[in-house]
Nanobody, 123 residues
Framework: QMQLVESGGGLVQAGGSLRLSCAASGRTFSMYAMGWFRQTPGKEREFVAA????????VYADSVKGRFTISRDNAKNTMSLRMNSLKPEDTAVYYC????????????????WGQGTQVTVSS
């Protein structure tokens, strides 16, 4: 099981940018697919983006495609989410996720989770 810690959340105006980071513990980071989810009170956890073990392929939710970019640095055991052109509807707690055997858009497929970081976008 991976230990994940998110950082980089905060308050930003609509149209602005923000970069989230996820730091992972362990020596097997490259063996884990990584992803980002977000959640607003009263709503289910929503898929945002994912990246394969080697970083060669990425998947994005339609709501963020073209605005968000996911990346990873296996040498540093980190993953990032660059968020551009932020909208008020992007406001949520963002969670880092990891799994060594599978990945996808469903939150139940992911085995390791961080504690989350708050992103608030003002209009």
């Amino acid at each position: 099981q991976m230990q994940l810690v998110e950082s980089g959340g905060g308050l930003v105006q609509a149209g602005g940018s923000l970069r989230l980071s996820c730091a992972a513990s362990g020596r097997t980071f490259s063996m884990y697919a990584m992803g980002w989810f977000r959640q607003t009170p009263g709503k289910e956890r929503e898929f945002v983006a994912a990246i394969t073990w080697s970083g060669g392929r990425t998947v994005y939710a339609d709501s963020v495609k073209g605005r968000f970019t996911i990346s990873r640095d296996n040498a540093k055991n980190t993953m990032s989410l660059r968020m551009n052109s932020l909208k008020p509807e992007d406001t949520a707690v963002y969670y880092c996720a990891a799994d060594s055997t599978r990945w996808g858009t469903a939150w139940s497929l992911w085995g390791s989770w961080g504690q989350g970081t708050q992103v608030t976008v003002s209009s």
